[in-house]
DNA sequence: TAACACTCGGAAAGCGCTCTCCAACCCCGA
DNA sequence: TCGGGGTTGGAGAGCGCTTTCCGAGTGTTA
């Protein structure tokens, strides 16, 4: 079945008595069309069951009606099970939801790349230029990442989900991360904590170090010059290890912010291990106010970032520079939320 | 920088002083090239910066080596809420974690549509056939799909991640639910439980059906003929309720078994609320091994679903039917485990 | 040396579509 | 009745690539 030749415009064209070049215009809605015609050509459309070829179509129009969503990481590899992890952590799926939910509507489709190595990179930015998508909504993962360079430089319509780490003139969306983190630093001082830490993710990772910066500065404005900190990379049992260092280090600590909430479910896990109870010993708040909040016991206080919203605004951005590539690059950050629940 | 025309074969064959055809073998790696002339060819492809341009080689060849990952869901409207749910669920992000894992190897590339109504389904359809994507991977929600049937009748290569409602010819993986169920059920059985009830999807969801079937029959092979069951929809909301209903319904139970994580963790809140402790008072049982369940205080026993490799295997099976599209139809079932924690 | 079988590279025909020209036609005023 | 302006539809030239078909060149055998 795959054999039968599915209906062309010539076919179509054959159907109704005219030409190709006016069933493409009935079909593209370009006026000029005598009403007559226009009926007898949608019936032949109706008749023969014709699809448009969109391949064909993209070809001259140099227009696909997809959009690329890049993940880029310089570390892994093949089958690395980082990627695994990266796509069963909510985050991945609630970008993509942000997306798809302008997208969608505009009929635009997602073509999902993952690109490890700089070969990768070099072939992805050529597909992009050749037209193999309008645009790309840009994940960069590594600290510091030649993609977007690439990108703006190859003249492709691209959008960063969070800020470059090295300045590069492209679109991008991002959350103020600094202020969510001075966000749980008040919250922390306010409920009385005193000896307090903070777990962050890796320096070289600008959302992370922004979360570090904003977290000492407003500690610094109260008084607090010095936080005693771990560093974990993000992920649950991270957390967990960091947490037990900190203990080590700070026996009396009573509160401490850690940078995501995934480490901080494994920050609660070595809490309970050595017997402290959360928040009356030491109060816990997280980041990110994913699912895992809710679900840990007790619930994370944590700071909202609102990741679906960032999203869309990226997709937005996207087709708005696609329609207009003079347009100024521009920037949206979001602003965080303190989310309070029972760890702090 | 978007108007500057990129080299094409043409160009190549120019500067490296052969024909296009010669060009396109020499890429292409088609022998009967003589070794000189692939060497120059080389060299001219490297000094424009020539990248093919995959539209055009598609329109010809018939191949994209794109895969369509199709979330078909005739319910949800354009921004329906539910998608993002549905995405923001690790359920979505192992499922594309275990398809990029082979795909990526292939340099294919995964393009997600989402089809909501029988008109988008329609034209996916229409594209698919006319050579969008080589294939397409199929997540069905809605209890009864027409999606199926309409790409087999399309010819579309197309394979399915759960069972598809009514019997289609079309190739498949899935998960043994009920075995899954039944497991489940030994286990709450072999911890002496003796009022056991269950928490259940939708009925009209075959991978829920399985489930409570393979769990009903268990029971009864042990004496419990009649087993107290709630019904709620995956979500941990819908979890918290049903638990409340059962145990209005059933005051002294002793244990449960919940048919996802999710509805478990609401399951626990609602037990918690109660003032029941788990497992003394009531063992819980829940089912994916999703991140959730490590989440849960207590951690939660669940079924493990194998689903990233379940959606790895699914690829293979949709790239071996490309490859051959008389190939016999296949089905491939994943056997299910329980993982022990501490919630039963 | 002639006849034959091969190997290799080029010319050109598409893949299915859009869109620029251009010819044909209509209506109007002079 | 004729000429000018405005529509409308068709012919055909591509978009960038693959691939068939052929002719030219090479080496081998009688």
Known sequence: MRTERLPTL????????????????????????DPQLHEVVWDAVGRTGYVPNRLARSLVTRRTGTVALVVSDSESHDDDPFMGRFFADPYFGRVVGGLM??????????????????????????????????GAIVLSLPPVDPLPRMLTEGGVPAVLIGRPAEPVPIDYVDLANDTGAALAAQHLLSRGRQRIGMISGPADVPASSDRIAGFRRELARHGHG???????????????????????????????????????????????ESARQVPSDVAVVGFDDSSAAVAASPALTTIRHPLEDMAAEAARLLLARIEDPAMRVSSVIYEPALVERDSA
Chains 1, 2 share one sequence.
């Open 101 to 134: 939910s302008v997208l969608r509507a505009q009929g635009i489709q997602l073509a999902l790349q993952i690109v490890g190595s700089d070969d990768v990179r070099k072939r992805l930015v050529g597909d992009l230029r050749n037209g193999q998508a309008d």
């Open 10 to 33: 010539e076919d179509v064209a054959r159907v109704a008595g005219v030409s190709r070049a006016t069933v493409s215009r009935v079909i593209n809605g370009i006026r000029n069309v």
């Open 226 to 272: 010095w936080v005693p900190t771990e560093t974990g990379n993000f992920t649950r049992d991270s957390g967990e290890t960091a947490m037990r260092a900190l203990l080590a280090a700070v026996p009396d600590l009573d509160g401490v912010f850690v940078a995501n909430d995934l480490m901080a479910l494994g920050a609660l896990a070595a809490l309970r």
